[in-house]
């Protein structure tokens, strides 16, 4: 397998996260009462963005000379760690609530994530990486703000003294 850059190495980790959140927006989606809802909806849209950040992640790997199946193979990685920790928080007695709260610490380490990539990619000055995190980032800040908004608001309705 190649050596991967920093760079490289960085881009894998949101590529494996990304694939990582699709699936994490449909395991939560599963634990809702109501899949129509806005809630519901608002998973699915994040699953389709989620998506298409791992293509477009992906199709830049591809640009990366002879890196492309190094870097997916770490990005496999990645989502592999990201599931087991889905497995570990969410169980089967979870509820929306637990899957909200699970999602607003994914997504706050993918904000993380992204932030780092485009602070490596400063020095690197690659045009590629600076879209692909002009791209993700702000979708991924909205998911962030939505899936804590979210879970607020399944927190307001719990009783504070049910066992």
Not at 60 to 73: C, N, Q
Not at 124 to 145: K, N, T, Y
Request: aromatic share 4%.
């Amino acid at each position: 397998m190649a050596d991967l850059t920093t760079l490289e190495e960085k881009l894998a980790e949101v590529t494996g996260l990304a694939a990582a959140a699709a699936d994490a927006t449909k395991k939560v989606e599963g634990l809702l009462e109501d899949d129509q809802s806005e809630i519901a909806q608002a998973l699915r849209k994040m699953r389709e963005e989620a998506e298409e950040t791992e293509r477009r992640c992906e199709e830049v790997a591809g640009e990366r000379d002879g890196k492309k199946t190094a870097i997916l193979d770490k990005a496999a990685e990645t989502k592999k760690e990201g599931k087991a920790f889905l497995e570990i928080y969410l169980d089967e007695e979870s509820d929306e609530l637990d899957g909200f709260e699970f999602l607003t610490m994914a997504e706050a380490g993918e904000v993380g994530h992204w932030k780092i990539l485009g602070k490596v990619n400063e020095k690197a000055g690659e045009e590629s990486i600076q879209q692909l995190v002009d791209f993700a980032l702000p979708i991924q800040e909205r998911h962030e703000s939505e899936v804590r908004e979210i879970s607020l608001a399944l927190a307001a309705e719990e009783d504070p003294d049910e066992e």
